[in-house]
């Protein structure tokens, strides 16, 4: 892909929601967030397109915007989201559900479209009615500063932080059209998708249902494989705007690639930034029977808080890699399986391989990577360490 | 079950393996652990019968002595028990396995009986040999100081422990007979077993396939409802050792609700004692459609992260177990769940119920109830709380 901009070369240019053609954002303190952050974040799509396609929670005690994102998202067109943090608005009842729909209307009203039209997304302490008084003032800011600017992206990539420690972008080009992202996360991290916001947009010219065919594929190559505490969000929603301003319309296949590489880009993000994390660490199974097979194993590897606390303690203890992997129904025998932990195969043939004490746990990137020997498929799930500081962060406040 | 003598009354008399008669045990130290402490054990069943059942952890990395003692209670005999803390002997291979057989021999030729009757169990580090030059010895000392007292019952429980801080005996009388039981847990706790060595002996006089049975409806409500940390152990063995020392042939039904009871004592003493747990919670899920609904709902609430650090916070945060209930295939409507913590419904028909504030958690034990609505079944898992000190434990040292 000549065309794709890695980001590690120097100057990708504008990144985030923003750096698409035809979109405008704001993200502004509305008094949710006791910091007074910004909390509330509106973008919008200023097409000619307004194409869009999203992906939700499958958890089914679902949050209030997401049962109503999910008729908005019908139809295939969405011209705004309405963003906030500092509530989830989840569990919340017939009450958090009218709130929703009162946001939606309330920001179409100042914007001149149709409720029906306004996809809405929570994010923060579930059981809690959301204060209208402070959200729907900071809805009218949000219109008010909604604009197509770099800042204007970065606002909105603060707005939707919750325990996040930095803002979340990214950005791709592709031949004459630009993809943008922002997204937050940071704890109830777990696939089916992690406890994440994202938004998305795309000068592209793409019809809704390609729009969704290349958002499936791509969250489930990303944000689907990132694990942070095998806990399951009632609230994950994410959003895939096209505005269609470049007038491009790529070829399905090359855009699909794309947009996989950016929500792969912030998923690692997300998990760079788990609550609490010392070390990412990519749970990889190579030579498996099947991809399913190597995404059960590396999923039960990753959800082992044995295995995430022998990391966070620099020890390279494959005893508890094993013993997750024998839990598994993925085709294996025990006596072929090896464990390499940053290049070092300290398991091999099911017993001691090299000396522990060459594995260095001292960097960020940890590779955990399992030979099952039962075939050639291969997938890694992205997840980190269990620490002090993930214990103290989730014990002494609410979230 | 009049016959049934609580253990909460004074004096319920001599506890633990010897309590039955026909059982000699002993508990020595080796010098497997470090410290001194008591690291081999030998049960020897006096007779007259050597029936005896034993279910051993599902894990397909299987440790070198439950290979073999699989094979040894294949025919529903077992004579001896040699058990020892201080290495797993698990992922070590064909000499791991070769060691274990050699333990069996050396106790065998000692004790004048067939190394194909002697059961072998092991716990500890995972992925190293075990020093037979130390073992073997222990072995010797210990058939030496068989003995069939109290103190020699409680040489044994000590003998099997590793970072549990107290060790686990329990004992139950039936009309005429008697089980008593000794456990190890404390980390790797999670059900198809908890990561547990126990063994159980009866004076009762019942074949080996009655004892089967009423082992395995005992495990399946008592251990395999024990979920520590989610992981599962490549060494767990629970073995049930009949004497018939007694002459008492009881009916299976009252044999199996006391055992059943004796196990369930041993599970939550079990979970009592977990790795820098503060708490002991049960999760129980009420009016599920089916047991199995309950089960699944309890067992998802057990193994969230956030739900455990939210109790050592000694926050009722109802909002992370509404979550977990989400993920589950159970019946249910998320409008009609209720939640209390310790008799407090904080959580009603699926949204803000009584004031979270009333919940009182300071005290060991926590009751989460989830009500589901659905129907009249119910069931329970013990699980704890996660702490500052479980990851201190798991990441300070190897085990």
């Not at 509530?87 to 920001?107: D, P």
């Not at 420690?165 to 993809?179: D, E, F, L, S």
């Not at 890694?380 to 979230?399: G, Q, W």
Request: hydrophobic share 45%; proline share 4%.
């Amino acid at each position: 892909m000549s065309q794709t901009q890695n980001p590690d070369n120097q100057d990708p240019g504008p990144t985030g929601i923003t750096a698409p053609r035809g979109f405008a954002a704001a993200g502004v303190p509305a008094g949710l967030k006791s910091t007074g952050a910004n909390d509330v974040v509106v973008v919008r799509n200023l097409g000619p397109s307004r194409a869009a396609a999203a992906v939700f929670t499958s958890n089914r005690v679902a949050a209030a915007p997401v049962l109503y994102s999910r008729q908005v998202i019908g139809d295939g067109r969405a011209d705004a989201v309405v963003l906030n943090s500092g509530g989830a608005n989840a569990c919340t009842g017939a009450e958090g559900f009218a709130n929703t729909h009162r946001t939606a209307e309330y920001a179409a009203g100042l914007l001149g479209i149709s409720a029906a039209d306004v996809l809405v997304a929570s994010t923060g302490l579930i059981g809690m009615q959301l204060p209208m008084d402070k959200l729907l003032p900071g809805v009218q800011r949000a219109v008010d500063a909604l604009d197509t600017t770099a800042e204007a992206g970065l606002a909105a990539a603060t707005g939707i932080m919750t325990t996040d420690t930095v803002p979340k972008q990214a950005v791709r080009r592709g031949a004459g059209y630009t993809i943008g992202g922002i997204a937050k996360g940071a704890g109830m991290l777990a696939p089916g998708l992690a406890t994440m916001l994202v938004v998305l947009t795309t000068d592209a010219q793409l019809p809704a249902a390609q729009l969704d065919a290349a958002l499936r594929a791509a969250t489930a190559a990303s944000f689907d494989r990132a694990d942070s505490d095998g806990c399951m969000s009632t609230n994950d929603t994410v959003a895939l705007l096209a505005s269609g301003a470049s007038g491009e319309t790529p070829d399905t296949g090359e855009f699909t690639a794309l947009l996989t590489e950016l929500c792969q880009e912030l998923a690692r993000a997300l998990i760079d930034d788990a609550e609490g994390a010392e070390h990412t660490i990519e749970v990889r199974t190579v030579n498996a029977a099947s991809e399913a097979d190597a995404l059960e194993v590396s999923r039960a590897v990753s959800r082992s808080n044995l295995v995430k606390t022998a990391i966070f303690g620099r020890d390279p203890n494959w005893g508890r890699v094993l013993s997750e992997v024998g839990t598994t129904a993925a085709a294996f025998e025990p006596d072929q399986l090896n464990v390499s932990i940053n290049g070092v195969m300290v398991c091999r043939a099911g017993s001691v391989g090299e000396d522990r004490d060459l594995v260095d746990l001292e960097q960020r990137q940890v590779l955990i990577e399992i030979d099952l020997n039962a075939g050639t498929e291969q997938a890694a799930i992205l997840t980190n360490d269990l620490t002090h500081a993930y214990v103290h962060e989730n014990s002494a406040y609410s979230s």
